[in-house]
């Protein structure tokens, strides 16, 4: 994950790309936005299977999701491996605690 989060700090540095944290979050959920497009594209909005096509979007989609991501945890100060752990954490205990890894109405 380190290595993730330092590729992006070192092309953010090589082509001074300085950027808010609120553009990042823009651009990411525009390219979350994107991902879905992909997916609904070649399944016909869910009525057909996927066509060959998908996991060439996906892949293409996901790659710019997970960029936008990773510059906004960076561009924030975070640590993408803290993040993670502590998101893993909070999963394992809802799973203990109801089965679920969803969020309650208390949470």
């Known amino acids: 994950m380190e290595d993730l989060q330092a590729a992006v ?6 082509f001074g790309v300085v950027r808010p944290v609120e553009v990042y979050v823009l651009d990411l959920v525009s ?5 879905a497009k992909a997916y609904l594209k070649t399944t016909r909005y ?5 066509d060959p096509g998908l996991l060439e979007a996906l892949s293409e989609e996901a790659g710019d999701a997970l960029y936008l991501l990773l510059s906004l945890i960076e561009a924030a ?3 993408a491996r803290e993040l993670l752990e502590a998101t893993l954490a909070k999963y394992r205990a809802r799973l203990g605690a ?3 890894m969803g969020s309650a109405p208390e949470d």
């Open 77 to 79: 100060g975070l640590d």
């Open 98 to 100: 109801r089965g679920s």
């Open 46 to 50: 869910g009525e057909a299977e996927p």
């Open 9 to 14: 700090r070192a092309f953010h540095r090589a």
């Open 31 to 35: 390219e979350v936005g994107e991902l």
